[in-house]
């Protein structure tokens, strides 16, 4: 038997890598990519600790977190599509309207 | 059937009738309601139509409701239970309607009480009402406003349809407040007139200072009842018929200030008998360790306060002369016939507390006798013919603050409706005469007008008649029982207030029959003013003389009210009829009253001998005469020639109003000033404006365009903060769980 | 060592490699085919807890559909190489640290986790199965289930408008 807690750690280092992802990485979509890295990090632990407690409510906590993920995309993608359509860069560095 | 009987089979049983006594108030609030909103579009006539037909329906119910309240069933006259216990309130009508608010164990019911007090006084409103709305309708002929005047008109009778109907203080003091507001729009109607404008404001902030008083008053009654019913206990109520349990639901059913509970307190206090007494200390709450008769003595003279300002007595006098820029009608209804004399009536509806305490009744009483005999001196030396009628005003009132205060409450009652007659009877005639003149008011620029305006020159005459106390008329016979009471009563511990203000009466009579003389003759008599605006004055149409003629004839038969007429009483008619209205304070037969259980009142009921009549006859006419003496044969001869040097003193003084408005100016207004001016400096515009309005959002505005640096429109930036935020909140949870 | 432990091992080995490659990878396209391996390698880990069910809506959802979704916009928009040197701003350098120190915090915490797994007993059979799972959304989280529908409709509403330039 695996311990649960290393399956936690496990989530917490995808977690953690993600958010580097995001926090470091200039290419929109590379970010989204990320962002599904940190989602499927929470899935982890909540799939973990459904098999401590041996219960299912954190089975059905995991698809409704693939339903949002996947409206996520969607709509995140769509953004980019936009984005790049006005300025033909994908670039976040070159968003930078809200700046003061 | 006889006359007797009849009085006493109402038309609509009072069962029937109590039901819609709320229609009363609701007909004229309705007709304020129509001519404001839809005046304008309605028209001058419907607009006419609309407002008195309001008021005459109302004066029609209250014809009714007045009837009820005499009706007998097989000799048991009509009464409200009481609901504090004891004895019923007879001859009255009562309609409940339900809980109005409620606080904790304070609660107030919105309840309408007519009794022979009230019903007296709802048909001087709505007939003295109705005649005043229908004279308005030709006096405003010529006002763009006409709609907007209705419509204030309809809402003041409404109001004070409410003072007078309510079954407690705190209804009585809505309608106090709605009459105040009624006046003031009133007052200031024409109020593109700066000078108007002001005097509506000065009425209004003269009435607030009354009404602070009232107020805190209020919440004294409501103290000192809590205290009694914690107090009291059932050998204290045992002499009303009640128990302390039954006292104390009534109380939860009515709330404290209904006038039944505090009657009924009143009549336990005085008793010997049980726990409290007047001169009981109060056990617990706020007022601990005061006696109940010195707390109640403090609220009553707040009370005073509060019907100074309402009632213009002293020191709260000076907004009624100004209160003349009104229209003359609205100088007739409001500041004349019954607005003013709301606090006359809240005493009168108070009695049975004012009689156990004589330092309270002696106040008003001296109030009013200084008051009197102020305005009638200021009234000497005024040439603007309302400002005359408006001290005069001031000084009947004063008088009838006189009767109150020396426990004679039926004759200032009477004194009061008589009043309501012929005071606007005179202000009406005032009317007609500034309308028939071109709104000439100084009444040096009039004269000779009996043969112009007959109509108005015989009513006007027989109301000056009324006023100065001329003997077959009504003034003559309610200021006299008003004097006579006052010489006769005798207030325990301050008996040598009665003999003196006796004199000071008979010399405001004498006053008040010269400065009306004076009015009367340079106004009607002699030869026309050369400075008179038109050459010829017109007679007013038939709306503005039918109501002059019906009044002047009223101000000669309710003269009747003082007559002794009952076969088996010596009692003189009002008396009779407000007895059970006033029997709790001064008794009546088979029942003590509360002054003669609280020893503070030596109550005389005795009938004005012929000797005493004839002395107060030749005091007002030797007070006529002389006025007629100056004005139609010393004055003219001596045209031209300067009158001496301190009769021109005297006179510039009285024609100052003795500076009062001045002294006031000096010593409170200027102070007040100053401080709202140093206020308005340091707090307002340096602490408040400068400091904290404008220092916010200079520091705001600082702090922004420095941290806006911050806002890079780097997205992980923020990402980052973030990220760093959520490190820390997660650091600190697992620290706070280690 | 049983074979668990090696397939966890073996599974998280790679998950963690190759959501390292899509962190680190040049171009968008290979961070996205890391990313379809990363998916399938957490698959395996949600087998591994007995989630055979997330681990086929994983599957079939993640690397089929959101990572096609990914694929599509990458070739539509021709994206090609990120330019070498990104450089090392202030906030990349503070998200960076911000995020190794989250991982080392959370370690602190998770080690203290007791790594007790439950006794299945009974319900061997069911957990984690399709029918478990559905009983349950469809019972005790139908109202949720409903709003992610209504979610997943307006996320389509809003793709189309945010994306078509004229509708």
């Not at chain 1, 399956?7 to 979509?29: D, E, S, T």
């Not at chain 2, 006493?8 to 007909?27: E, N, Y």
């Amino acid at each position: 038997m695996v311990p649960i807690s290393y399956y936690l750690f496990l989530a917490a280092a995808l977690f953690c890598m993600g958010m580097f992802g995001v926090l470091v990485r200039r290419n929109a979509l590379v970010v989204f990519m990320c962002v599904e890295l940190m989602l499927n990090a929470a899935n982890l632990t909540f799939l973990a600790f459904a098999r401590m407690r041996g219960d299912s409510i954190g089975h059905v906590s995991a698809v409704f977190v693939i339903a949002v993920a996947a409206a996520e995309a969607a709509v995140g993608l769509a953004i980019v599509i936009a984005v790049f359509r006005s300025r033909g860069s994908v670039n976040i560095e070159d968003i930078k309207t809200m700046k003061h | 059937m006889d006359f007797q009987s009849l009085l006493k089979t109402a038309p609509i049983h009072p069962d029937v009738l109590q039901q819609s006594l709320w229609m009363i108030i609701a007909l004229p609030l309705l007709g304020a309601f129509v001519c404001g909103v839809f005046g304008r579009m309605m028209g001058r006539a419907n607009v006419h139509l609309v407002a008195c037909s309001a008021v005459a329906g109302s004066f029609i119910l209250s014809v009714l409701a007045f009837w009820a309240t005499s009706h007998a069933d097989a000799g048991v006259p009509t009464s409200v239970a009481n609901a504090f216990g004891g004895a019923p309130s007879r001859y009255a009508l009562w309609q409940d309607l339900g809980t109005w608010f409620s606080a904790g164990d304070f609660r107030v019911n919105f309840g309408l009480l007519v009794d022979h007090l009230s019903g007296t006084l709802l048909l001087v409103i709505t007939g003295v009402g109705f005649l005043i709305h229908l004279y308005s309708t030709s006096y405003m002929e010529h006002d763009d406003g006409y709609w907007r005047y209705f419509a204030y008109l309809n809402l003041f009778v409404a109001m004070m349809l409410t003072l007078v109907m309510g079954d407690n203080l705190v209804l009585l003091f809505v309608g106090w407040e709605g009459v105040g507001m009624a006046s003031y729009l009133l007052i200031g109607f024409w109020y593109t007139d700066a000078a108007k404008a002001w005097a509506g404001r000065k009425a209004f902030i003269t009435n607030r200072i009354g009404d602070f008083g009232f107020l805190i008053a209020s919440f004294l009654v409501v103290l000192l009842v809590g205290a009694f019913v914690k107090q009291a206990n059932d050998a204290d109520l045992q002499p009303v018929a009640s128990t302390s349990a039954r006292y104390s639901a009534g109380l939860e059913q009515r709330g404290p200030l209904t006038f039944q509970g505090l009657e009924t307190m009143a009549r336990a206090l005085p008793d010997a008998s049980g726990a409290v007494k007047l001169d009981t200390p109060i056990s617990s709450g706020p007022l601990e360790g005061r006696t109940y008769g010195g707390v109640l003595t403090v609220a009553l003279l707040l009370f005073l306060l509060g019907a100074a300002g309402k009632s213009a007595q002293l020191p709260l006098y000076v907004w009624l002369p100004d209160a003349m820029a009104g229209p003359t009608p609205v100088s007739a209804l409001i500041h004349a016939a019954t607005m003013v004399t709301a606090g006359v009536y809240l005493f009168c509806r108070m009695s049975f507390l004012l009689v156990m305490s004589p330092t309270a009744m002696a106040t008003v009483a001296i109030i009013g006798a200084a008051t009197s005999l102020l305005a009638a001196l200021i009234a000497f030396a005024q040439d603007d013919i309302k400002k005359v009628l408006a001290y005069s005003t001031v000084s009947q009132l004063g008088i009838m603050f006189m009767g109150v205060g020396m426990g004679i409450f039926w004759a200032a009652t009477l004194h009061l409706v008589t009043h309501a007659f012929f005071k606007a009877c005179l202000f009406l005639g005032a009317g007609s005469v500034m309308h028939g003149n071109g709104d000439e008011t100084d009444i040096k620029k009039l004269g000779g007008l009996r043969k112009e305006m007959p109509w108005t020159w015989v009513t006007f005459l027989i109301a000056t008649l009324a006023i100065t106390g001329i003997v077959p008329l009504s003034g003559f016979f309610s200021k006299d029982a008003i004097y006579h009471g006052v010489h006769h009563n005798h207030l325990h511990g301050l008996e040598w207030v009665s003999g003196f203000l006796y004199y000071v009466g008979l010399v405001i009579a004498a006053c008040t029959a010269f400065y009306m003389s004076r009015l009367y003759l340079l106004t009607f008599e002699g030869q026309r003013s050369p400075k008179a605006k038109v050459a010829h004055a017109h007679e007013s149409a038939w709306p503005m003389t039918l109501p002059l003629v019906i009044l002047a004839v009223l101000s000669v038969a309710a003269s009747v009210y003082a007559f002794p007429l009952l076969a088996n009483s010596k009692q003189a008619l009002m008396e009779n009829f407000l007895s059970p209205v006033f029997s709790a304070a001064v008794g009546s037969r088979g029942d003590a009253g509360i002054a003669k259980a609280a020893g503070t009142v030596a109550l005389d009921t005795s009938l004005p001998s012929l000797g005493s009549y004839a002395m107060a006859w030749a005091t007002v006419v030797a007070g006529g005469l002389l006025a007629a003496f100056l004005y139609m044969r010393f004055f003219p001869a001596q045209a031209g020639v300067p009158a001496p040097g301190f009769a021109r003193l005297i006179r510039r003084t009285a024609q100052n109003k003795f500076y009062v408005d001045e002294l006031y100016e000096f010593l409170i207004i200027r102070p007040v000033k100053f401080l709202s001016f140093v206020l308005f400096r340091v707090v307002d515009a340096f602490l408040i404006d400068t400091v904290v309005v404008r220092g916010t959002a200079w520091v705001t505005a600082r702090v922004g365009s420095a941290l806006r640096y911050v806002q890079t429109g780097d997205t992980q930036a923020y990402a980052a903060v973030m990220a760093l935020a959520l490190l820390g909140g997660v650091l600190y949870a697992i620290l706070k769980v280690l | 060592m049983n074979i668990e432990q090696v397939l966890f091992g073996a599974f998280a080995f790679l998950t963690l490699l190759s959501a390292g490659l899509v962190i680190f990878a040049r171009s968008p396209i290979s961070s996205a085919m890391a990313l379809v391996s990363t998916f399938f390698f957490l698959a395996g880990i949600y087998v591994l807890l007995w989630a055979h069910t997330v681990a086929a809506l994983q599957v079939l959802v993640y690397a089929g559909a959101i990572m096609v979704l990914f694929l599509f916009v990458i070739m539509l928009l021709n994206l090609g190489d990120e330019l070498p040197g990104s450089r090392l701003t202030f906030s990349r350098i503070l998200g960076g640290g911000a995020a190794a120190g989250l991982f080392a915090v959370l370690a602190l915490a998770i080690a203290r986790v007791p790594g007790r797994v439950a006794d299945l007993g009974t319900q061997q059979e069911s957990f984690g199965t399709l029918k478990a799972i559905g009983a349950s959304i469809f019972t005790t989280w139908l109202l949720p289930f409903e709003a992610v529908s209504l979610l997943l409709l307006v996320a389509m509403v809003g793709a189309v408008v945010v994306a078509k330039s004229r509708i």
